[in-house]
């Protein structure tokens, strides 16, 4: 089969379009033949060594956590699925991902494929649906009714996030710059705020209970976010290398997020997409021979959106 490896850490020039061979199922395991993944910002810092320690992978490594394809295969033990289903799954870490023609996952992490998108674009919605799932619900608590600050929501996991957050009844403010503002709003976002022309803090004027960090700001910016946050309420911080502030005399927590595979939430999104309630936006359909180049133009802060990686 096809993949894209790298063999060595480094820069998107170490990723490699190259032959290897096809994986056998063990027990517990389903071969899927790849319609698409996606690109998450993870897969450079993986790529670049900076996560060797938390995630440690095996050289050559495949990257791609998001899966998005057909059952080609069953491994001993395996039940619920049957060669020819079309499933999505968020893959390991630390195992060989969904760059390539085919790719094991454990059983436990897949589900079934929305069937209102084509098959390849559903590998936009695992890693970054879950994360806006968790950051609001899991850890942020939002609950109807309730306000809350999207800050950095122009990106791929914002435009979850607000959709999320509108349809589960709360008041959903927004910060995006000027070239995304309108997406945000079509997302359903009730306030958007150019942060790049007003400074976040002056434009909400009333408290909100969950602020929801996606943008790598300055330490001092989002250290002044807690400010708005009602005494009880959060702060949940995907930028994980800048530790997420608290207020602890408020009753402010203060979360970083990591997001995890969960094949139940992910079958919930799918409900959702499927149900009309949630949905996917791809910016970009790539190729996979195409990977590094992506890779490189990612590096250079020149992708915008999700970008699915066809294999």
Known sequence: MKAVRFHEYGDPTVLRYEDAAQPVPAAGQVRVRVAATSFNSVDGNIRGG???????????????????GTVDALGDGV?????????????????????????????????????????ADAAALPVVGLTARQALFDHGRLRSGQRVLINGAGGAIGGYAVQLAKGAGAHVIATASARSGDAVKAAGADEVVDHTATPVTAAVTEPVDLVLNLAPVDPAELAALVTLVRPGGAVVNTTVWMPAPSDEARGVRGIDLYVRSDAGQLAELVGQVDRGELRIDVAERVPLAELAALHARAAEGAVHGKVVVVA
Not at 51 to 63: E, G
Not at 92 to 119: K, N, Q
Request: overall charge negative; charged content about 15%; aromatic content about 6%.
């Open 50 to 68: 900076f996560m060797r320690d938390p995630i440690p992978v095996v050289l050559p490594h495949t990257p791609g956590l998001d899966v998005a």
């Open 79 to 119: 039940d619920g699925f049957q060669v020819g289903d079309q499933v999505v799954g968020f893959l390991p870490m630390d195992r060989a991902g969904a760059a390539a023609e085919f790719v094991l996952a454990p059983a436990d992490v897949l589900t079934a494929a929305p069937r209102s998108v084509p098959l």
